[in-house]
């Protein structure tokens, strides 16, 4: 079975420090992985995908993440935090075979701080 | 921007009364979901389709139906609502990636 561990469900920077979100997945087969971005009182929006083609993928607003399978992870960063960042970040796993669910992780609330 | 909508957006109803939760998708994707989601809390699969005539249940038991007659609808209903049902219910479609409603936030009172 496949399942998502988000290492750290507050994660708390300062205005234009770096960011690191960090996620481990367990997987039997080759997964496909994403990271959601959830505002308050809103859906959740695509921020990044892999799909095997680079292991570095990048996404919409600076963010960017890495696909290590070796240490099962893929974890998301971004440079430089601005206070638009603060929200709710799923990991997300797809699940195997033909069913294709998506397995979330708990989450991340980030906090930026001026 | 997704094409996907979820209707009504904030609800509150009486303990008792029957509520259908609309969804719908204008992208064609087969592959439907619906997940209940507490305030600050995880997302919890209640059901989910692969198609017409296709439903299945999710992780989390939920007292709640699904039907899909057509690909690009997917309505939720609770015969009963209970306070116990209050929660934030979000709607989503795949093709690769999914794409997900702005979600119907509901209080049974």
């Known amino acids: 079975a496949q399942s998502v561990t988000q290492l750290d469900s507050h994660v708390s920077v300062s205005e234009g420090t770096p960011v690191l979100l960090r996620c481990n997945y367990s997987s039997s087969y080759s997964p496909s992985l994403f990271w959601y971005v959830q505002h308050p009182n809103k859906g959740l929006q695509l921020l990044l995908k892999y799909t095997s083609a680079a292991t570095l993928v990048k996404g919409i607003n600076g963010f960017e993440a890495e696909f290590k399978k070796s240490e099962t992870s893929f974890h998301l960063t971004k440079p430089s935090a601005h206070m638009s960042d603060a929200a709710e970040y799923f990991c997300v796993v797809s699940d195997s075979g033909g069913y294709n669910k998506l397995i979330f992780g708990a989450g991340t609330r980030l906090a930026v701080h001026p | 921007e997704a094409d996907i909508y979820q209707t009504p957006r904030y609800l509150v109803i009486g303990t008792g009364k029957k509520i259908t939760l609309e969804c719908s998708q204008t992208m064609g994707h087969d592959k439907m979901y619906w997940y209940q989601q507490d305030p600050g809390m995880e997302l919890h699969l209640i059901h989910y389709?692969?198609?017409?005539?296709?439903?299945e249940k999710g992780d989390l038991s939920s007292e709640s139906t699904v039907s899909r007659i057509r690909t690009e609808h997917f309505p939720l209903t609770l015969e009963s609502a209970r306070p116990s049902h209050t929660s934030q219910y979000l709607c989503a479609s795949r093709g690769f990636e999914a794409f997900f409603g702005q979600g119907t936030r509901l209080t049974v009172v």
């Open positions: 389709s692969y198609g017409v005539n296709s439903t």
